[in-house]
């Protein structure tokens, strides 16, 4: 999301201001929101962001959130996690879909998939393509987007998925 | 070996030595990590917590590779333990105030510590002295691996290692590096500083961690993004990119200060000196601003018969958790800035 001032720089500050029971957002960059007099030095903890970043996107977010069921092995709910910003199992990172995941994105910078390490015999257990092909593919996708080459880059994404 | 053993002196990765050391004061990474089939800790009853902590702290325990290692039970400490186990960085804020049956283990220098049942079931980090991250990443996936081989981690496909919060999967990767800044604050640039390294996505926070203000000069830079990057990468960025920047920036402001400023640089060393050498009370946070000066004074070459392990030593040794620990006491503020001004007189005359 871009600052609605300058335009240029990503917005890191979402402001709720409800006024006579009137609420409206705004989304400003750092710079824009010392500008505007709005005191941004304290230090949020991660948690504390997510939890005001879950805030921010409830009234957009569709009805059947409300009905969303919880986590058979936790029971953990997703207005459960929204209002703490943990998880309860690891089990929610699926049943939770794809609101979970619009959430890990606004946090992990766009991101909604690992590169990195895999933990050694993931593979042999999903009998799934070895890691170190996976691994080599995800190198070469680094030095392709280090080197705007984003045909090639492309090219190995989609290896990369069908691989996985 | 026991916390008593650790009180007198300082830790290895505050030691002073290593790369960039004049600015980098040490370098930390830390893996978070949970138990495939285990619930996350917010909803473990006490009994779960109890068996991550035993199967863990054993699993952890029988790997000689690690070296002489200690257990150290959090929920069974007193609160100035804890304290002092903060103010060595060896737990964090969010352990000590944890509940339920959780605990860290730590090797003989140091360098690893293990938390079990923060907000994940494991952190494990590594630390060295000065800029060392690629030394941090080699120990601390080596120990991730041999962990895993005994312990399966929750880890899927698509996210990566499954954590507590999803501001940490993917890799489960925290990169600190501690910073000391003190001619960026003085010409006033520190502002613009951060704000890039905000715009860059880390985060810059006190030296104690999450939710620290900073004092005394002293800043933690991290990384906030887990997934979509490699760990080799963030490591990678840190130590070419990021950290070398922001020392070279800060390196040149000491130089104008002392090409433009040398009155008001050596007027501040003084008078910091005068103070710690004087004072008869002195809180924790007075005293960090004039070691801070100090520490200054002695990398521009300005304070030439002061180390910075001496340094170093009493920016530890004076925090209320150790002054207690080693008087054997609980001691009142007023006490304990009295025990503080009489040891840094002691140290520093």
């Given amino acids: 999301m871009q600052c609605e001032i300058c335009a240029s720089k990503a917005a890191t500050i979402h402001l709720t201001e409800i006024i006579n029971g009137q609420r409206s957002e705004r989304h400003l960059c750092q710079g824009c929101a010392q500008a505007e007099g709005i005191a941004v030095e304290n230090q949020l903890s991660l948690n504390e962001l997510l939890s005001s970043l879950l805030a921010a996107g409830e009234q957009v977010d569709s009805p059947q959130d409300f009905d969303r069921p919880g986590c058979e092995d936790c029971g953990m709910t997703f207005d459960e996690f929204k209002s703490g910003g943990l998880l309860g199992c690891a089990n929610d990172y699926e ?43 995800q190198l070469q996708l680094e030095v392709a987007v280090k080197n705007e080459d984003y045909e090639l880059a492309a090219k190995l994404r989609d290896e990369i998925k069908k691989m996985q | 070996m026991k916390l008593t053993d650790l009180s007198s002196r300082t830790t290895d990765w505050f030691s002073g030595k290593g790369s960039l050391a004049d600015i980098v004061i040490s370098s930390r990474i830390r893996l978070a990590r949970n138990i495939a089939g285990v619930k996350f800790i917010s909803k473990c ?91 941090c990443w080699k120990r601390i996936t080596k120990i991730d691996d041999m962990v895993s081989e005994k312990t399966k981690f929750a880890f899927s496909r698509k996210y990566g290692y499954l954590t507590a919060c999803p501001t940490n999967v993917g890799t489960g990767i925290r990169v600190s590096v501690m910073l000391h800044l003190p001619a960026l604050k003085m010409t006033e640039q520190l502002k613009k500083m951060f704000d890039a390294v905000r715009d860059m996505g880390l985060t810059v926070r006190g030296i104690f961690g999450e939710g620290t203000e900073a004092v005394g000069d002293f800043f933690q830079i991290s990384n906030q993004v887990t997934l979509g990057v490699s760990e080799e990468k963030i490591v990678e960025y840190f130590t070419v990119s990021i950290i070398p920047k922001i020392v070279s920036y800060e390196r040149l402001a000491r130089e104008e200060l002392l090409r433009k400023n040398a009155d008001l640089l050596d007027d501040k060393i003084a008078r910091a000196l005068a103070v710690l050498k004087n004072a008869r009370l002195i809180s924790s946070h007075e005293a960090l601003f004039l070691l801070s000066s100090l520490r200054l004074g002695i990398n521009t070459g300005r304070i030439k018969d002061i180390s910075i392990q001496t340094v170093n030593e009493i920016f530890m040794l004076t925090q209320p958790a150790h002054l207690q620990i080693n008087s054997g006491e609980i001691l009142s503020p007023e006490k304990r800035d009295s025990l503080r001004a009489q040891q840094l007189r002691a140290r520093l005359n």
């Fill in chain 1, 95 to 137: 049943v939770f879909g794809d609101a979970l995941e619009s959430v890990i994105e606004k946090t992990q910078d766009g991101n909604t998939a690992h590169i990195g390490k895999v933990p050694e015999g993931f593979d042999a257990e999903t009998q799934q393509v070895p890691r170190s092909d996976i691994r080599k593919l």
């Fill in chain 2, 45 to 135: 009853t006490n009994d779960e917590k109890q068996n991550i902590l035993t199967t863990l702290k054993h699993n952890i325990l029988s790997l000689e590779a690690i070296g002489e290692c200690l257990f150290i039970n959090v929920a069974q400490g007193s609160h100035i333990e804890r304290e002092f186990l903060i103010e060595r960085q060896l737990i964090s804020r969010n352990l000590a105030a944890g509940k339920g049956p959780r605990g860290v283990i730590i090797t003989k220098n140091e360098l690893f510590g293990a938390m079990i049942n923060e907000e994940d079931h494991l952190r494990i980090q590594a630390l060295a002295a000065g800029m060392d991250l690629e030394n």
